[in-house]
């Protein structure tokens, strides 16, 4: 049974937003300011972490705090939160039991908390935790996407999604997932490692209004559609928690007649940014600070951009999130668009510093920028590809070949783009898959890196 405050709560949430669609800069401003004050308040009142963190700087400007880290919350969890009795063997004693089939990932734990992780692919695995009300927030702000686009619902006309993700209990999307089960949004959950004949059954079946999921598992789905054994007519198709390239993106309109919208969101942030009608993408900038700096912590200037990005949750109570670092390289814009938005404008995600491969250069180690690998495999593959970085060479994935090309000449293709970017010749391995590899919580990085032990 759905959870009626909750919903409440998120209906509630979606309709009081829409008149900040019209805010101008100057309110937007405004009400951020207010936010982070009340913010910095309660994690002051009750985490001793953030009193430590920010000792003597309590009246400092946001800018001038220290960032906090992935590593820095998990090791001072439990004097982090600011719930009094809340400790991280907890919560991951109940990630666990969910992860073993015993509990429902949309049912509050305790009563009171709901709780997802991040794979620890990036690092240290992330422990993160929500109450009533932020839980509330978080799927309002994924939400928003749909009401951004322009995709309605209501009692009347339902929103059929279907969530093409992972299956893994932990994992934020099953909690959002598992916390609609109303006649409002109807969910289909998809497995992104089921067999695609299976996906495509189940969504026939469905037929959903939505469709959202990795962009690793939009594209197969398109030529699924193209091929004509996958027949559905979404309106709106929204990509999520991977980059989306051009050529993903082209094949996901000619699939299903209009560009796909690349929402931009985190476990620990839930929702960043969306793009509105006209495709255009607008940060959140009224539910976190976003910060695009420099390898120093220094902001880089709009469309620059930036080696990593700070976050603050203006709603984070039960864990606060102050300066808090993701590894993605953002480019930030200005203001300014034809829907009328004055939120600032989010110009790309090109990945995350993780995929910033160091190889054997001519004259030392280079840095080689995932674009690199997106100019010479874009073109060639038609559901995906994947680079994995071993000790002594790169394996190339490369799925759904397109007619006319052959492995050596994708790796001929590799070889040059990698000597133009001043790499030394290395080994490459170019296989021709059916699928990608995919991480722990299904997710296919164009970017990995094995273990040299």
């Known amino acids: 049974m759905a959870d009626l405050w909750l919903m409440a709560r998120v209906l509630f949430l979606r309709a009081a937003w829409k008149p900040r669609d019209h805010w101008d800069a100057g309110r937007i401003s405004e009400h951020q300011e207010g936010s982070l004050r009340r913010l910095r308040a309660a994690a002051y009142a009750g985490s001793e972490f953030y009193r430590r963190h920010h000792a003597g700087l309590q009246n400092a400007p946001l800018d001038q705090l220290p960032p906090v880290t992935k590593a820095d919350l998990m090791e001072n969890f439990d004097q982090a939160v600011t719930a009094p009795g809340l400790k991280l063997a907890d919560v991951e004693n109940h990630l666990r039991a969910l992860t073993d089939g015993g509990g429902d990932p949309g049912k509050p734990w305790r009563g009171r908390w709901w709780a997802a992780a991040t794979a620890g692919t990036t690092g240290r695995r992330g422990t993160f935790v929500w109450n009533r009300s932020e839980w509330a927030t978080v799927l309002a702000s994924y939400a928003r996407a749909n009401d951004w686009a322009g995709i309605a619902a209501g009692p009347v006309r339902p929103l059929r999604m279907a969530l093409v993700s992972s299956r893994v209990p932990t994992h934020q999307s099953a909690g959002v997932g598992a916390s609609f089960p109303s006649r409002l949004v109807p969910t289909l959950r998809l497995d992104v490692t089921a067999p695609m004949a299976e996906s495509v059954a189940a969504l026939n079946s469905f037929q959903p209004r939505i469709l959202v999921g990795y962009a690793s598992a939009l594209q197969p789905l398109a030529a ?178 397109k007619p006319g090309l052959s492995a050596d000449g994708i790796r001929t293709a590799v070889a040059v783009a990698l000597a133009e970017a001043g790499a030394a010749e290395i080994p490459l391995d170019v296989q021709l898959v059916d699928r990608l590899e995919r991480t722990p919580l299904g997710k296919a990085p164009y970017v990995r890196r094995l273990p040299s032990g």
Not at 262 to 286: F, L, M, N, Q, W
Request: net charge neutral; proline share 6%; aromatic share 6%.
């Open 224 to 401: 699924e559609q193209l091929a004509g054994r996958l027949r559905i007519a979404p309106e709106g198709v929204m990509s999520a928690s991977e980059v989306l390239s051009g050529p993903a993106a082209s094949e996901m309109r000619e699939a299903w007649g209009s560009a796909p919208f690349d929402v931009y969101a985190a476990t620990e942030t839930a929702g960043i940014a969306s793009p509105c009608a006209h495709r255009k993408r607008h940060v959140y900038e009224d539910l976190v600070i976003v910060e695009s700096v420099d390898a120093n912590g220094t902001a880089v200037e709009p469309g620059t951009t930036g080696a990593k990005l700070l976050a603050t949750v203006l709603f984070s109570r039960t864990l606060p999130l102050i300066r808090y670092e993701l590894s993605d390289t953002v480019r930030l814009g200005g203001r300014g668009c034809p829907c009328g938005r004055s939120f600032r404008l989010l110009q790309g995600v090109e990945g995350r510093l993780e995929d910033v491969l160091q190889l054997p250069g001519r004259t030392g180690a280079v840095r080689v920028h995932p674009i690199i690998f997106h100019h010479a495999l874009d073109t060639v593959a038609t559901s995906g590809w994947q680079v994995i970085q071993e000790p002594s060479r790169l394996r190339i994935l490369v799925a759904g070949i």
